[in-house]
């Protein structure tokens, strides 16, 4: 059974970073040991890369190919294998093939918000509340 594990990292300027990974306890021997399945990257419902299917990859493979594949098609195709996460705005989507494993692996990519467009939002959600405040009181 697996499940996210935080690991904490600190940086040369001090400040300290959090990712998470998929694990799973494994048995070696008489000690219990941490097998890695997959990087979450820094958000766990965000999730960047996903093992996938032969069957899967040629689907993808082939959407790929006619120029049809949407976002919502990737969020549906992992829905069905089971895999929990959060819809967020894709950007780009890369396919992995391990030579030595024959394995595939999909990684996605979301966009990221600038830490500038972040402090815009705040502003942003700030000025609203006292626009309500001065509406109120009026």
Known sequence: M???????????????????????????????????????????????????????????????????????????????MGHPFTRDTLEKMGIRYDFEKKTFSIYLFYHKKSKISLQKDVRSVRKKSTLKKQSKER
């Open 2 to 80: 697996s499940f996210i594990k935080k690991i904490t990292r600190k940086n040369k300027d001090g400040t300290t970073k959090e990712y998470y990974a998929e694990v799973e306890s494994v048995r070696i021997g008489n000690k219990v040991r941490h097998r890695y399945i997959r990087s979450l990257g820094s958000n766990p419902n965000k999730p960047g890369n996903f093992p996938l299917e032969r069957m899967q990859f040629s689907y993808l493979a082939l959407r790929l190919m006619q120029g049809e594949l949407t976002p919502k098609d990737v969020f549906d195709m992992l829905e069905n």
